[in-house]
């Protein structure tokens, strides 16, 4: 659908048209008014589309207008970014009113203006013609009653017999999951009615498996019934149909058609009051829905269930505690075992022949143990001809196969259902995910930097931008579109993925809607569309190159280390506003950078780059600057004048295994910095005298890296920190080994969630007024070369809810013990380079929550610490760079319970 390029070119309008200034000269005026005349026009538009998106009624004359309506919100936005880029240019060097001046005065400019004007006409014309060939498809679109259309066809997607495996033989993966769900429905001596809900992204198996248990089940009840709830439809639909299907057990004629809303309610709870009952109310999609139908759900103390299934988190959250089963795919051997059993059916024991095992995993990785395409592609595939050129060909052309062939639409139909129902502002945000490579590692902030650039995310009352993005962020994973991959220690989404077959889907949708494309010329797609808003390079392995010359483009980021460096800077492309080249092998940046005005992202982190042109200083709408773990760490002069940058990350890395006392390189603080008052991550910058007393003037900061800090500087340190309400990360490293970080005044809000102190620290820290009053707001801690004599563990414990601990040099002393009811919250302990420690003792229901154990280069250490059996929690124990004798004394017995355990001993002492 178009409403998500119709809310971003909105949202660009509101701005174009919000500069006061502008409305002093009539012929910009006149501009402005005409732009906000159109935005009132397409957002009755957006509202006309979402009225079809609610009663699911397109057809192919709706599809093409909506085509329309997409390519003229397009070309509305290469306007107005037009309008801003002219508008821009001047205010480089002045306020918005003598910008405006000045454009009057310079003959190009004033044409341009007129290419505007004529371009604003052009619009007028073609809105004018969408709207009446809008009113002459809408008696296409309102014929008949369309929800009750649509409610029955989905319920053929949905309903239990028109699943594809639901014999015990051919359930394949999900005995753990039966095994709670029934157990859940024969809960002993519970006779209140219980919720319970399976959820898990679309096609992952919800409906098959609760299928199965229904049929053994339903006869134990003495009435039940099963509904597709889905997005289109009525509450009295709902209720007549579970009529109809208690009824039909009965054999009771019954004419539900004939009955209003009230009376099928009515009807529902005098039935139900009286018996035991099983309920399946299968695809819910909001707490909304399930909380209107259950209002004839009764609870008559007679052991009757619900069983919801669900694509999302928040409706599964309805369910009783304990009730909650979360579906995942399939492991890989049990998805291989579906599938082949779906594609050799009449084979012995279903062996695939080995000639078409390579071609066959291939086909299995890229479902990613996504039950329903298992069974629809091995079905499909045990119609062709079993030979390696048909299997071949199949793969090559899986997503073409999915959208033409008919006996993989339901694949097709079911997946999309989660797009189709996004809210709009969630649709170019789940899109933008397609762009990353398969099987990539998205991580959160720089997706959410990602975003903003774009201008998907919308200002919500207080919140800052981040924070909306990362709600956004969380309702896509509660919704099942991405699935997290890492939280860190206090359970934040850290790095996420897409399922493959949703992200080839998704590929599909965006290149549909000219929203992305991908270069892949592994994958033979080598063409990018002139209408393409954005280009991801994810692979290029020949001589040939995508060409950059698009108007249009928005966005570009590369994957490929061997795309041309000619095609990497894009200056063509003026109205640019991603450029994303992290990881490249890039050495220098052109100085027509700096003709790209509305750049708000520039990412060059682990280049080569060492030096930035001056031209850099003209992007006054950056917001973004990655260059972390690149070789530059100098800024041009009159780098102060980006006002409006929220994130800079710039810094050398000197030594990545963190060894070292210095491991990273930080930029001077430049003039000006301390006036860029949007800035909410600076990191890392040199702590000079100076920028340490202006330090206060970013109140907006949320993390700061600062090096270099010497004793004399620490109350004037601790001063300005005292007066940054939002930090939430905060490093401090001392300008050498030997210097004593002086923090007894240290204040911090207790936004503060990870502390990072690297260099001696004075006894009077853990006095300060932070670690004595918001000490417990803190998850993680790093001490690093802190060379206490004094054991810091007791002093740590006192931090309740630390989740991550790390000690690097930290401490000289010989033990360290780990006292009962200790760290109850901590999930990672990792001890680095303590030379002197000979002992560790974890006492019983100290560490209880312990999941991951990192020790290395503990010279001194010959025997696993004590008590290491009483980790009933521990995932994972890493032992590195240990005394051979550590290695000698190793004593697996105790460490049985622990899934993954690794130890090395020091190089050269085997």
Known sequence: MAESALLLVTTKIGIAVAAETLHHVRSVAKLSENMTLIRNDLELIRAFLKEIGRKNSTDGVTEAWIGQVRRLAYDMEDIVDQFMYVIGKQHQKGSWWSSVKKILKKPQHLFTLGEISTGLEKINRALTHLKQNRDWTQPIVGVGDVFATNYDSQQQLYLPGHDYSISDDELVGFDKNRKILMGSLNLENCLNLQIIALWGMGGIGKSTLVSNVFRKEAPNFECHAWVSVSQSYKLDDIWRRMLKEIYSKDKKEFHAEKMTCGELQDELKEILKKKRYLIILDDVWTAEDFRKIKEVLVDA???????????????????????RIKVEPLEEEDAWRLFCRKAFPNTENHICPLALQEYGKLIVGRCDGLPLALVAIGSSLSLKAQNLTEWKLFDEQLIFELHKNENLS?????????????????????????MFPEDHMIHRKRLIRLWIAEGFIEQIGKCSLEDVAEGYLGELVRRSMLHVVERNSFNRIKCLQMHDLVRELAIFQSSRESFSMTYDDGDGVTQVKPDSRRLSVLQCKNDTEPSMGQCRLRTFIAFSSNTASSALFPSESKYLAVLELSGLPIKTVPNSIGELFNLKYLGLGNTYVKILPKSVTKLHNLETLKLKGAQCVNLPKEFGKLKKLRHLLIYKYLDRTGSSFKYCDPVDPFEGLWTLKDLQTLRAVRGSKVFIAKLACLSQLRGLHITGISGINCAQLCDSLSKMQQLSLLAIEASNEDEVLQLETLTLSNRLKKLFLSGRISEGTWKSPFFSTNGDALYIIYLHCSHLVENPVPRLSELSNLTDIRLCKAYTGQELTFQPEWFPNVKTLSLYDLPHVNQIYIHERALVRLEDLQIGNLAELRDIPAGLEHLKSLKEAWFGDMHPDFERNFPTTKLEHVPKVRCTIRPGEA
Request: proline share 2%.
């Open 410 to 434: 339901r694949v097709v139909k079911i997946l999309n259902l989660s797009y189709k129902y996004l809210p709009d502002y969630l649709k170019s945000c789940f899109l933008y995910c397609a």
């Open 301 to 323: 103390k007679m052991g009757s269930r619900i069983i919801i299934t669900t694509r999302s988190e928040e409706v599964a959250s309805i369910a009783h505690d304990g009730c």
